[in-house]
């Protein structure tokens, strides 16, 4: 046996590392021009390792320390306009005070990567992870990749930002992990060859950079009713475009790495009855629920959304069609609605002849634990069709 996963294991090189060191590790081996970013936690692990890779010259990129991630944003929009790769990291207040920015980036379509440590938004403060930091930004025209582990927080950035490149998209990118709960923890994570990685995402070649006085462009121009909407629709457009460029480049990452990747993951649901869905690492804890209770002869599964933006409509619908009962994990809220995870499932689910019952959750804000008894508790519920219209709350104290 032993010999046998010593073959398998062969010519591959495994790092203990955590999330943000992952992601860190991959950044390094992609060598962008510019990185701009101000430290906050839990997203800090990121950008304090990948200023020792520039302190310690393994990488050539130029590292911007600004006053704010206002700036911080806005050094990167900068680099990217003027034709360099670029990159910055961010969590929480600091996503929100980037807000303005994020829009910019993307109506000026700049391939960005954006690594961030999801965290719970003030007030009250608090550092720990949920998913409302990102979601509010789910419609600023970035795609949006969430990532179980720090295997996926490595792969989902090195798999993004060759997306984001495409000549047929031209958009920036959010790659999310969950803040301490993926970016403190340290897991075995594989990391490719630097040759690898080089030749994976290849060179970056602007199409229109603001540098080339040959060929001179305006940024940021001042655009009326005359030609505002038109510009929207190429967004659209190029949103859409996304989804057939996503599919090629999680093949090709497939080839190179043997690690399969999709919209969706359709963990044991092709027989389920009851399936949960969920985004990041919620989803570790409850395959090993579906595990356990597929030993006991029940019929469940789970269906993890790893990409947000462009939302799989299409790969959902046809996952969860003719399920008896489907309960939609949030880690995010919105006040005076359903939440947002729940809200677009339930659309992409409405013209199904065959509709399941769906149950909306919200569990873990602020960082509270979601353990597997919550989750044992919840396909119990579906597997008695107790749902209703009203959200139900994980481990909340009443």
Not at 297 to 304: Q, R, S
Request: glycine share 6%; proline share 4%.
């Amino acid at each position: 046996m032993i010999k046998k996963i010593m073959a398998k294991l062969k010519g591959k090189k495994y790092e203990a590392l955590t999330g943000g060191a992952a992601v860190a590790e991959a950044m390094r081996q992609i060598d962008p021009d510019v990185v701009a970013a101000y430290p906050i936690t839990p997203q800090t692990p990121i950008i304090e390792t990948f200023a020792q890779f520039v302190a310690d010259g393994k990488v050539g990129t130029e590292l911007i320390d600004v006053e704010s991630e206002h700036s911080a944003l806005s050094a990167v929009v900068g680099a990217s306009s003027a034709g360099g790769r670029a990159m910055t990291a961010t969590s929480s207040q600091g996503l929100a005070l980037m807000a303005e920015i994020v829009y910019v980036a993307s109506g000026s379509r700049l391939p960005i990567m954006m690594a961030i440590s999801n965290r719970a938004l003030s007030a009250p403060i608090n550092i720990h992870c949920d998913h409302n930091d990102s979601m509010f930004l789910r419609d600023a025209s970035w795609m949006q990749f969430y990532s179980e582990n720090a295997q996926e927080a490595y792969d989902n950035t090195l798999i993004a930002l060759k997306v984001a490149e495409n000549k047929k998209v031209q958009l920036p990118v959010m790659v999310m992990q969950d803040g301490f709960i993926t970016s403190h923890n340290v897991e075995n994570v594989l990391i490719l060859a630097d040759k690898k990685v080089k030749s994976f995402v290849g060179k970056y070649e602007p199409e229109y950079p603001l540098l080339n006085f040959e060929k001179p462009v305006t940024v940021g121009p001042l655009d009326l009713f005359d030609y505002f909407f038109e510009h929207k629709y190429q967004q659209i457009e190029a949103m859409e475009e996304s989804r057939k460029v996503i599919k090629e480049v999680d093949k090709e990452f497939y080839k190179l790495t043997g690690r399969k990747y999709d919209f969706v993951e359709k963990y044991k649901t092709v027989d389920a009855d009851f399936v949960i869905v969920a985004l990041s690492s919620t989803c570790g804890t409850a395959k090993m629920v579906v595990d356990d209770l597929r030993k006991k002869g029940k019929k469940v599964g789970l269906l993890k959304i790893r990409v947000m933006r462009p939302f799989p409509e299409k790969e959902i619908s046809k996952a969860l069609e003719g399920k008896k009962a489907v309960a939609v994990l949030d880690r995010s809220n919105s006040y005076g609605s359903t939440s947002p995870v729940f809200t677009e499932v339930r659309s992409a689910l409405y013209n199904l002849k065959k509709r399941p019952k769906l149950q909306n959750y919200v569990y873990g804000l602020g960082g509270r634990n979601i353990g597997l008894k919550d989750i044992e508790k919840v396909f119990a519920e579906l597997m008695k069709c107790q749902v209703s219209d009203n959200i139900k709350y994980i481990g909340l104290r009443k």
